[in-house]
């Protein structure tokens, strides 16, 4: 049981290029969640799904995007990036709502040079 | 806008001692509270959780409390051992359609041994 599968685990991108984070779950969750977690700060929400086809902002969404075609996969694609995108992105997933704690994936480092 | 603090960005105990790692938060609408583990360069692991309708909830060493009215909780880790270093993050969330999180920016607990 993989649980939630990011990758690339590293990657390093030049100002302006653009790249999509994948991000995979086999537990047929239908909450899936992009979090980036800069140095000494908590982790902030960048988009967020509830289920296939439905897709929101959440704190940090600017520069981001994302789609949810299937139950599985939620990629996460940077348009232009830019220095302040440099951080650790994580993916996670939760079958519902309330106390359930989410399964992380085990996150992408991006630099942004 | 910080609606979930850990004040205290390091703790260090000693072998068989108790742990005890502290959260603030502000937003009174919060249902659901969780602490996660993470060990370097993988995700975030679910440790325990907590709902507002509780004051406390155990788990074999981890017990959280919750204090509604000073809109603080805390997890005791009793006895430390040195596999529990780690970095500890609490998260909060207010249940409703998309179970988003928001999370403090993590204590570093080092157990010696």
């Known amino acids: 049981n993989a649980g939630v599968t990011q990758t690339p685990k590293f990657r390093i991108l030049k100002i302006g290029q653009s790249m999509t984070l994948q991000c995979t779950q086999d537990?047929?969750?239908?909450?899936m969640y992009w979090y980036r977690q800069d140095p000494g700060m908590g982790l902030k929400l960048i988009y967020y799904?509830?289920?296939?086809?439905?897709?929101d902002k959440g704190e940090v969404p600017n520069g981001y995007n994302v789609s949810r075609s299937t139950t599985e996969d939620f990629p996460l694609r940077l348009e232009l990036a830019a220095p302040s995108q440099t951080s650790v992105y994580f993916c996670?997933?939760?079958?519902?709502?309330?106390?359930?704690?989410?399964?992380f994936g085990s996150g992408t480092r991006l630099t942004v040079v | 806008d910080q609606q979930v603090k850990q004040n205290s960005p390091s703790l260090s105990v000693q072998e068989g001692r108790i742990s005890i790692l502290n959260c603030d938060y502000t937003?009174?609408?919060?249902?659901?509270f969780l602490w996660y583990k993470k060990y370097p360069a993988e995700g975030p692991t679910f440790l325990i959780s907590?709902?507002?309708?509780?004051d406390k909830n155990e788990d074999g060493r981890f017990t959280v409390f919750l204090n509604k009215s000073a809109k603080h909780l805390s997890l005791h880790i009793v006895p430390s051992q040195p596999g529990d270093s780690a970095v500890y993050f609490c998260?909060?969330?207010?249940?409703?359609?998309?179970?988003?999180?928001?999370f403090g920016a993590g204590t570093r607990l080092t157990v010696k041994p």
């Open positions: 907590i709902s507002s309708i509780k």
């Open positions: 996670a997933s939760t079958p519902g709502q309330g106390a359930y704690g989410y399964t």
């Open positions: 998260a909060a969330s207010e249940g409703g359609n998309n179970n988003d999180m928001r």
């Open positions: 799904s509830v289920g296939a086809g439905i897709t």
């Open positions: 537990m047929n969750h239908n909450y």
């Open positions: 937003n009174s609408m919060f249902d659901y």
